[in-house]
């Protein structure tokens, strides 16, 4: 199913991301997070791609058993950094091949230490450019990435929705956002988009803290700010692992209520591979059927 059906027929929608486990790591490890994962009934559990297309055969394997083997729908992600136009055709063929329905396309990020974006030869500068391809070839419903507190590379919020409008105007069905840990980024963001133009659902990227250098490492890339709330829970209970899951896992259930309160058209929750965290965190919200 695609995702403008998806959004069509119920909201909010609660979705999943995993990741492909590491090259050394048996790809069987993230089968057993899926079994549990694909228990709780998202609506769809999209599969991340990495950097510059470094596990694309595992993500497009990865995808197609969530869709193919586990019967619940998926969304692969698609960067264009490093990839050709031609690399690129070979990529959808493949999906399609696995019967692929949903892209989640992005440029994808600079090369680590290069804090400056260049296109291959023959490639893509900007996802809107990936996406206006997607698009042509009539095949799939495509999602676009979304940053509340703007992204890295354009701190201007307004210029940033600016792009994002143009972005969403070659038919986009989705936007999913980077994770934030203040909702009132999320709010101000999602008046200020609508008020530009754009009206596509916006679901919102929710990343419980579990460990705090994994998450000190993930903002400080992503740009994502700390609340002090937060900072003293991290501060707190940073040094005993058990008791920083369960405060982290709280305030991702708080912040999850709120945006259900505030009607929200999705939750997209970056589960880390976490499928016991995850299922608790979707119980304690009451959002399992
Ligand atoms: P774009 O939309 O192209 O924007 C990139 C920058 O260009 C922005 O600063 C924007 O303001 C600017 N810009 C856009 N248009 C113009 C223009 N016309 N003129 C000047 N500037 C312009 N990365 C991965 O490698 N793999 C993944 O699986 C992955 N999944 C992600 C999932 C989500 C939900 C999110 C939010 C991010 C994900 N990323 C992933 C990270 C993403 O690749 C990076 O954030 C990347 O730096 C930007 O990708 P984009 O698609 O948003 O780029």
Not at 8 to 13: I, L, N, Q, T
Not at 78 to 90: F, H, P, V, W, Y
Not at 256 to 271: C, F, P
Request: overall charge negative.
């Amino acid at each position: 199913m695609k995702l403008n059906e998806i959004y069509a027929r119920e909201m909010p929608v609660i979705s999943f991301e995993i990741f492909p486990p590491k090259p050394q790591t048996p790809i069987e490890t993230v089968f057993t997070t899926l079994e549990q994962l694909t228990e709780l009934t998202p609506a769809f559990i999209s599969v991340t791609y990495g950097a510059g297309g470094s596990s694309a055969a595992r993500s497009i394997e990865i995808a197609s058993r969530v869709k193919n083997a586990y019967g619940v729908e998926t969304v692969a992600h698609l960067t264009c950094a490093n990839a050709s136009r031609t690399e690129i055709d070979q990529i959808l063929r493949e999906l399609r091949d696995h019967h692929i329905e949903n892209i989640l396309a992005l440029r994808g990020d600079p090369p680590a230490g290069e804090g400056y974006f260049s296109p291959v030869a023959e490639g893509y500068r900007y996802a809107k450019e990936l996406i206006a391809h997607i698009k042509e070839t009539g095949q799939f419903s495509v999602a676009a990435a979304a940053y509340p507190e703007g992204h890295l590379e354009c701190r201007n919020l307004e210029l940033d929705i600016y792009y994002l409008k143009e972005k969403t105007n070659q038919g986009v069905d989705l936007l999913i956002t980077q994770l934030f840990f203040d909702n009132d980024f999320f709010y101000r963001f999602r008046e200020r988009a609508e008020a530009k133009g754009v009206h596509c659902p916006i679901a919102a990227g929710i990343m419980p803290v579990l460990n705090v250098q994994q998450i000190k490492r993930i903002t400080s890339l992503c740009g994502a700010s700390i609340p002090e709330k937060l900072a003293k829970l991290m501060d707190r209970y940073g040094g005993v692992p058990s008791d920083m899951v369960k405060a982290g896992m709280e305030y991702a259930c708080e912040q999850i209520v709120d945006l259900l309160e505030n009607k929200v058209a999705g939750i997209h929750l970056y589960t880390m591979n976490k499928a016991e965290q995850t299922k608790q965190i979707i119980r304690q919200v009451g959002l399992v059927k």
